[in-house]
């Protein structure tokens, strides 16, 4: 077969050539070519050492991303090419990281250590492909199988394991039976590996086409493992996942996808913590996954009104109430409410009406300059804002002056 490589690869592989060693594109970039996928981007490999590669690509500028493992990358244009040495990997004592890593001038060594048949594929112009594990095969029956005994690949490095459901679920591939078999047996390695990784590899999955093969991590025991699931109803993880395929209906977004995810969790009563808990994502993320959780858990949208709707935006961000809207469209086929409330937000916005206190046409010099003083500051602009959110015509300043003009002490009181 003929891959069209890249100009700037084929210059690359070219030159190392012409220095008398020998390089290949390798792994995914291979495997998406023959599949007719776009590559992210183009691995290098070669017998030469990272020192001659340095020399050999002296003239353009050279960043040692990883040269105790082989890598160096090169800068041609603006753009950057990792070339990695083959190499032999020492004993994974962690289930993470080899202890050590030996260069070698063989190819083989190389690829046989690599995770799955589908990425331990190479390639250049000279020789063609080198499928040396039936990489090719297993891509033309959509098969996730490991190279050589599972169990050892696993045992090298547990995140191979999610890493397997991650590429079933971007390829829609399945996963081999005897690789499948290692990672029930195996799932116990996962306590190793950092919750940093796993998280990219799960943020993959649901944000795959195929997000219904989180099922995997219930069923195979990754997920107790982690201490995020103890879930053993194989009815309920089987409901769950056949109504997550939902999550196909909405854009990319893994924010939304989360919070879908969760909730779907919450109504099937499946045992398991929230993904946005026990992994790893920032505060803010976190924080909007449980704002827009919390009002899909406490508030039935044919409920809402104008009123109701302004309450919800002084407290939580448009941005937010309008994935809570989108989430509802979805999942509770509610369009026809929700182009109603996307009227009603429209009609709000048209008409500048008020639902923060910041929009007030009054503010607290304008009250303390009417004889109130600390706390009562707010507890007026409080009560303010809520009568200006039942009609909002009443957000003019001499209005809401007169408004408070009408307090006495029993009303600061009541206040």
């Known amino acids: 077969m003929k891959i069209n490589l890249p100009p700037k690869v084929r210059y690359i592989i070219n030159k190392i050539y012409e220095n008398n060693y020998e390089a290949y594109i390798v792994g995914g970039c291979v495997r998406d070519n023959i599949l007719g996928h776009k590559p992210n981007d183009y691995d290098i490999t070669t017998n030469a050492s990272p020192i001659i590669i340095k020399d050999i690509f ?17 800068l041609i244009e603006d753009e950057l090419f990792e070339i990695t040495t ?26 046989k250590r690599r995770d799955f048949t589908i990425n331990a594929m190479a390639y250049n112009e000279k020789n063609g492909l080198i499928d040396l594990f039936g990489g090719r095969e297993d891509l033309n029956n959509k098969i996730i199988r490991t190279v050589g005994n599972p169990y050892d690949r696993f045992d090298e490095d547990g995140l191979r394991m999610i890493r397997a459901i991650r590429f079933s679920s971007k390829l829609n591939f399945v996963i081999d039976n005897e690789t499948l078999k290692a990672i029930y047996d195996n799932a116990y390695i996962i306590k190793n ?61 893994l924010e939304k996808r989360l919070v ?114 600390n706390k009562e500051v707010g507890q007026v602009l409080d009560y303010l804002l809520k009568i200006v959110i039942e009609d909002y015509e009443l957000n003019k300043k001499d209005v809401l002056i007169e408004e408070i003009k009408k307090f006495d002490e029993f009303n600061r009181k009541y206040i």
């Open 260 to 373: 879908v995810l969760d909730y779907l969790i919450e109504q099937y009563n499946i045992d398991c913590k929230s993904f946005c808990s026990e992994l790893i994502y920032s505060k803010k993320i976190i924080k909007s996954h449980n704002i827009v959780l919390n009002l899909l858990n406490n508030i039935k949208i044919d409920e809402l009104n104008k009123i109701m709707i302004k309450k919800i935006l002084n407290k939580v961000d448009k941005s937010l109430f309008e994935d809570y809207l989108d989430i509802n469209k979805v999942i509770f086929n509610e369009k026809e409410k929700v182009e109603e409330i996307i009227d009603i937000l429209k009609e709000i916005e048209e008409n500048n009406e008020c639902y923060t206190i910041k929009n007030l046409k009054v503010n607290g010099k304008d009250i303390m300059s009417l004889g109130f003083k």
């Open 193 to 253: 590996i950092s919750l940093e990784r796993i998280t990219d590899e799960f943020n993959k999955i649901i944000l795959s086409n195929n997000p219904q093969n989180i099922k995997y991590l219930f069923e195979t025991g990754l997920l107790r493992y982690l201490n995020i699931s103890n879930e053993e109803s194989k009815d309920k993880i089987g409901k769950l996942c056949n109504k997550i395929t939902i999550l196909n209906n909405f854009q990319k977004n």
């Open 58 to 74: 002296k003239d353009f500028k050279c960043i040692e991303t990883g040269i105790e493992h082989g890598t160096v990358s090169i």
């Open 86 to 111: 083959y190499r032999i990997e020492g004993e994974y004592r962690d289930h993470r990281r080899p202890d050590n890593v030996d260069f070698t001038d063989k190819l083989e060594e190389d690829l």
